[in-house]
């Protein structure tokens, strides 16, 4: 194939032979004067031998045709050096010119040009410089002829060349049936349709696009619990209920009615239910939104379960009657990187722990935090990392009119955590994980408070430091009498009308060690091992000793008995179980604990183990196993048994079967 620069210059070369062969006439009949006869002016110049300054091939094959007959002198070849050409205008002294050739050529050129050497118009130079101009554009015009023949050839042959053969696969067919067109048809159709979709672009305004940075997320558990005492429990019939003394009406001491009790006996079938719905939002630059709802028998921090079939408040609930449906979290969060390696997150509004934990002694996993909070993360290299969290959370804050019913109000008693966390993970060796993490919580205005001395007349009758009660108990702290009832002759000098709240008995400033080591020798299967260590510095059990209610010694009349430590140890085999993602993964586990009385608040740790609470130590035995990446069961069974005070004994079984979005 020719390029389109050749094609170009050919089509240019055959232009310019075309038009001097058109005005080739008519030079001629300008040129050429009458004459008398012919006479043998000039002789067509014989090929020169191959040497240097030879004629084209183009040239030579055009004299070779017009070549004197044999015999016929041969003229001598006409010079191309300047220097011999004549001048332009002839010599008026001179002899009058010669022509080039005597003999005639049958080429119309030389003849044109050796009459105009004869006529002095052109000296031999010129005209030697005139016929090798007319030999190089004959040769020109010859190659172009030729490239335009090869031109014209390639196309025709082009043009017979046979049919292109079908491959083996190609089916060709002379009929197509309507039913297999519309089945085609409707085949390309789903095709765009689908490509359409996953790409927005045959209805880019059919979804705002702020729904695109919105993912969707949540669980659905159902589970069975079974709570079965031991005999020997119920020797003394005192296990004060204080969380729903604290919830409600106060409680007359002086009464000769039980206060609330807890069940301790009595062997109970619970079935439950979760639901659990979220939105993570992507707002752009660095901040994110997050919103969760759960279920729920009630607002408590330590629990999403519904039972199924419970009475609600005011008597309401079970025959098929609907659920409550609670705000679990919502948040803002705003994400930086300050460096590379170096990464700052700020949280406000209510969000998950931030605080490492390796069990469920001081938080439950239901448990999330209120208020502002911020976390920096360093990585230092491949192998080790470390962060550090915080926050200040609030626990409660006093209702606006408190008290309701009395024109004269109280000062505010709120109640605040203040929380940091120190935490490192590294690889000692290959195939050995280690994170801990080391905290401080203080909190602030938790314990209970003796209220100014006053006189309730009825159960309506607030005292100034009702509010320093918790409004969320499980069991296990110690509690005190927060009313300073003054003895008079209104209630009886104080064995009537003696209304009362309680209240922690200790304030709360723990230190925790949080650690796990992950062994990962025998992959994909991890072997883990846990520990968690937790101390109230607050603790003073003097003070305690001197307003305690319960945790006493001889089934409440003896010296306190409390404590101020709890510690977990356990271990782990297979895959952590909030990590499962297919059919066949699984794990099992044994620990051990001992939470003491008064080591953490008993409102937000473990929910399950004997029944929630502290004051227990015992072990737990747990296996799981998922029926697919989204479902998977468990099995737990745990043994408690209360560490001060009267005998406690508990076993809770737990089967459930959740199913993750």
């Known amino acids: 194939m020719l390029t389109s620069n050749q094609v170009w210059r050919r089509t240019y070369a055959c232009f310019t032979a075309s038009l001097l062969s058109a005005l080739l006439p008519s030079l001629m009949k300008a040129a050429e004067p009458k004459l008398p006869a012919p006479l043998p002016l000039l002789a067509e110049n014989t090929a020169p031998p191959p040497a240097a300054g030879a004629l084209s091939p183009a040239t030579a094959g055009a004299e070779a045709a017009s070549a004197p007959a044999a015999g016929t ?18 010599d008026l002294n001179g002899a009058a010119p010669q022509p080039i050739a005597t003999t005639p050529s049958q080429n119309v050129t030389l003849n044109l040009i050796n009459r105009l050497v004869q006529k002095g118009i052109l000296t031999h130079g010129e005209a030697s410089d005139l016929i090798k101009g007319a030999e190089q554009d004959a040769a020109f ?20 060349m046979p049919p292109v053969q079908p491959d083996n696969d190609e089916v060709r067919v ?38 695109q940075r919105i993912t969707m997320f949540g669980d659905v558990r159902t589970q069975y619990q079974g709570f079965s005492y031991p005999d020997g429990n119920n020797t003394t019939g005192v296990f004060p209920n204080f969380n729903l003394i604290n919830t409600g009406a106060p409680f007359d001491v002086s009464g000769a009615i039980f206060s609330p009790q807890l069940n301790v006996d009595k062997h109970r079938d619970t079935y439950l239910m979760r639901m659990r719905l979220g939105f993570d939002i992507d707002l752009e630059d660095g901040f994110t939104a997050g919103i969760r709802f759960a279920t729920g028998t009630t607002n408590t921090p330590v629990s999403t379960n519904q039972a199924l079939g419970a009475a609600g408040p005011g008597g309401q609930g079970g025959n098929f009657s609907k659920y409550q449906l609670w705000l679990d979290r919502a948040f803002v969060k705003y994400d930086a990187a300050i460096s590379p390696d170096t990464h700052v997150a700020l949280f406000l509004g209510r969000f998950n722990n931030l605080f490492m934990t390796s069990s469920e002694i001081m938080w439950d996993e239901d448990v999330a935090l209120d208020g502002a909070a911020f976390q920096i993360d360093q990585q230092w290299n491949p192998n080790f990392r470390s962060w550090l969290s915080g926050g200040v959370f609030t626990v409660f804050n006093t209702a606006l009119n408190f008290p309701d019913n009395s024109p004269t109000k109280t000062s505010s008693y709120d109640k605040y955590l203040f929380a940091a966390q120190f935490g490192v993970e590294f690889k000692p060796v290959e195939k050995v994980e ?19 001395p006053y006189v309730p007349l009825n159960n309506t009758d ?38 009362q709240y309680f209240g922690l008995a200790t304030p709360f400033r723990q230190i925790a060690w949080s650690g796990r080591v992950n062994l990962n020798h025998w992959e994909p299967m991890q072997v883990s091992l846990l520990g968690e260590f937790v101390k109230n510095l607050a603790f003073n059990r003097a003070a305690i000793n001197s307003v305690a209610v319960n945790n006493r010694t001889g089934g409440g009349s003896g010296n306190f008995a409390g404590g101020d430590t709890a510690w977990f140890m356990g271990v782990n085999v297979g895959k952590p179980y909030n990590t499962f993602k297919q059919y066949g993964d699984w794990n099992v586990g044994l620990s051990y604990r001992y939470v003491e009385s008064d080591s953490v608040v008993d409102g937000f740790t473990d929910s399950n183990f004997g029944g929630g609470g502290t004051n227990m130590k015992g072990y737990t035995l747990s296996a799981a196993m998922a029926l697919s990446k989204a479902t998977a069961i468990r099995l737990s069974y745990m043994a408690a048994a209360q560490i001060a005070g009267p005998t406690l004994r508990s076993d809770v079984v737990m089967f459930d079967l959740t199913a993750k979005f």
């Open 73 to 90: 002198p041969a003229a001598a070849p006409i010079s191309t050096d300047p220097a011999a050409a004549a001048p332009v205008l002839p």
């Open 462 to 499: 607030a005292g100034s430091t009702d509010n320093s009660r918790p409004l969320f108990a499980q069991k296990g702290n110690t509690y005190r009498a927060i009313r300073n009832i003054t003895p008079t002759a209104l209630n009886g000098f104080g064995t009537t009308n003696q209304f």
């Open 141 to 160: 015009a010859k190659a172009q002829a030729q490239a335009v023949a090869e031109t014209q050839a390639a196309v025709m042959a082009q043009g017979a």
């Open 434 to 452: 280690v994170k801990m993490g080391f905290a401080y919580y203080d909190w602030k205005n938790i314990e209970g408070r003796l209220s100014d």
């Open 174 to 211: 002379t009929y197509i049936p309507e039913a297999v067109k519309s089945q085609i048809r409707e085949q390309l159709r789903n095709e765009v349709l689908t490509q359409a979709r996953n790409e927005r672009w045959a209805s880019p305004n059919a979804i705002p696009e702020w729904t």
